[in-house]
């Protein structure tokens, strides 16, 4: 809607006016020109402490670096940044993070920090409410964002000086006074333990953190001892509305007065792309360590590449307690310096396609059997060839939703396969007597028998799925039982689900 906007056009020829309200100070102003200026203070606060000095040690912890005193070239154009610098060698974790920060559940935030490449060129930005953690990698060399895990979005903003602002934003699911902020310092998007050959490096440069309750990065405010909230005057000209208190009656084609609310998405993972955490210790075989069954069968690590030699054949080179029965993985490594056989990944149990080429790999599976990962020769002659950057992460780590039957996630999307009340995926998201605006994608769809899927509310059903596209549907929500379901119905149909949006529902006006 036009901000602050109410009312009729303007004819008064009223010079002074004032309008003082109890919660964040409005008034207005009519200047010579019979120009009303709406003024209205926003408030922000930014909780981490030591924004911009991250060498004070009782804000900040520190893994495996260290931050000195030298100070260099910062986005403001003051030499106030620092270098987050290597103090020991090895695949390890190098991070910088404050805790103890007092976080809401159901509230949303947004973490920020300025980042700049040094020896390496990527950072892991992480936030978390002290039990679920919100993450993003940011690409420092060209703001590219991947690896999301549970954020609702991200922002990259490209300064000046090669700098960029990262940020994540995220709904708080636990209330805690221990949150947090971090950043690791990495050489890809995925290697959370680089391997740092030498001591003192800069590996990344740092400057201007900031946690605020905000739906998106707002403009930085530094901190020293205590948290500190800034007062920002939003101001807004119009010789079109008047200020009175009446009625709303927009005007044709209000053109830059404002826009219209858009609400919340009220679902959670709705494109199905939330991963958890790295599960695979020594994943980039940087180290001869971590698995077991290298050193004998053709097996062995070396050159940073676990190497299946000529004999290498159905022994296993494996991890213990990685995967849990039933959970859902993605799976990606690559495959090099192949000469024949070939190879798979199994997960407790359950197994990858064999590939038997150079390239990189993902695959999808759900663990089964018992908790173990790794590595597998399978053809009898033997198998030549090296493989790296083995990656193992869960699918949806926090069961946003209920899968039941034949129903999964991979690849970004759910897919729903089978008959009625045997394969379904929902959320316990709605609220009696509310009216939702449901908007959803689906793909690949296949039926027996000219048989339909279905979206029910609970119990009832919202709208039948018969075909691909992308479909809206409005529904009030009219049952005590808060579930959305998508499910296959009687027969056999299965279906593909992605861009899952649920918003409260309110009519927006349209231009008169």
Same mark, same amino acid.
């Given at each position: 809607m036009p901000r602050l906007g109410?009312?009729?056009?303007?004819?008064?020829?009223?010079?002074?006016?004032?309008?003082?309200?109890i919660e964040d100070l409005l008034w207005e102003d009519i200047d010579t020109n019979n120009?009303?200026?709406?003024?209205y203070q926003e408030t922000r606060t930014n909780i981490v402490l030591h924004s911009q000095d991250v060498t004070d040690a009782e804000a900040w912890t520190k893994q495996n670096i260290s931050i000195d005193s030298t100070l260099y070239d910062a986005p403001n154009d003051t030499n106030t940044a620092n270098a987050i610098k290597s103090n020991t060698t090895g695949s390890k974790n190098y991070y910088l993070q404050q805790q103890g920060l007092s976080v809401t559940a159901g509230k949303t935030y947004t973490a920020s920090v300025h980042l700049k490449k040094g020896n390496l060129g990527f950072g892991w930005l992480r936030a978390g409410d002290g039990t679920t953690n919100y993450s993003a990698a940011f690409n420092l060399n060209t703001g590219a964002v991947t690896n999301t895990s549970q954020v609702i979005r991200t922002q990259v903003d490209k300064i000046d000086g090669d700098w960029y602002r990262c940020s994540v934003t995220f709904?708080?699911?636990?209330?805690?006074?221990?949150?947090n902020v971090m950043v690791f310092a990495q050489i890809d998007a995925t290697d959370n333990t680089p391997n740092v050959a030498v001591s003192g490096i800069e590996l990344l440069y740092v400057w201007g953190w900031q946690l605020e309750e905000n739906s998106e990065p707002s403009a930085y405010i530094k901190t020293t001892t205590s948290a500190r909230t800034a007062?920002?005057?939003?101001?807004?000209?119009?010789?079109?509305?008047?200020?009175?208190?009446a009625d709303l009656m927009p005007e044709?084609?209000?053109?830059?007065?404002?826009?219209?609310?858009?609400?919340?998405?009220?679902?959670?993972?709705?494109?199905?792309?939330?991963?958890?955490?790295?599960?695979?210790? /020594?994943?980039?075989?940087?180290?001869?360590?971590?698995?077991?069954?290298?050193?004998? /069968?053709?097996?062995?690590?070396?050159?940073?590449?676990?190497?299946?030699?000529?004999?290498?054949?159905a022994t296993n080179v494996a991890q213990a307690n990685v995967t849990t029965i039933g959970k859902a993985y993605k799976v990606t490594f690559e495959i090099s310096n192949y000469v024949k056989g070939s190879a798979r990944i199994f997960l407790g149990g359950n197994v990858t396609s064999s590939v038997n080429s150079n390239g990189t790999y993902t695959f999808h599976v759900v663990?089964?059997?018992?908790?173990?990962?790794?590595?597998?020769?399978l053809d009898g002659g033997g198998t030549t060839l090296s493989l790296d950057n083995l990656s193992l992460k869960q699918v949806d780590p926090n069961d946003r939703w209920t899968l039941t039957g034949g129903t999964s996630i991979s690849d970004g999307k759910m897919t729903v396969t089978g008959a009625s009340g045997t394969s379904l995926g929902f959320q316990g998201i709605l609220v009696?007597?509310?009216?939702?605006?449901?908007?959803?994608?689906?793909?690949?769809?296949?039926?027996?028998?000219g048989n339909t899927g279905v979206i029910n509310d609970a119990g009832t059903t919202i709208q039948s799925i018969s075909g691909n596209g992308t479909f809206?549907?409005?529904?009030?929500?009219?049952?005590?039982?808060?579930?959305?379901?998508?499910?296959?119905?009687?027969?056999?149909?299965?279906?593909?689900?992605?861009?899952?949006?649920?918003?409260?529902?309110?009519?927006?006006?349209?231009?008169?």
């Open positions: 109410f009312g009729l056009p303007l004819v008064s020829s009223v010079q002074e006016s004032s309008i003082t309200l120009n009303i200026s709406v003024n709904q708080a699911q636990n209330t805690s006074n221990n949150g007062t920002e005057v939003l101001n807004d000209f119009s010789n079109v509305w008047d200020f009175d208190s044709a084609d209000p053109q830059s007065e404002g826009a219209w609310e858009t609400l919340d998405n009220v679902v959670l993972n709705g494109d199905y792309e939330e991963l958890g955490s790295e599960l695979v210790t /020594n994943g980039g075989f940087a180290v001869d360590s971590d698995w077991s069954g290298t050193g004998s /069968n053709g097996y062995s690590i070396s050159s940073g590449k676990l190497n299946l030699s000529d004999s290498a054949y663990a089964s059997a018992n908790t173990s990962a790794g590595v597998q020769a009696q007597g509310t009216a939702y605006e449901l908007t959803y994608t689906i793909s690949n769809f296949s039926s027996s028998s809206t549907v409005v529904f009030t929500h009219a049952i005590a039982t808060n579930n959305l379901i998508f499910r296959a119905t009687s027969g056999t149909n299965s279906y593909q689900v992605d861009n899952v949006t649920v918003r409260e529902y309110a009519i927006q006006p349209q231009d008169v």
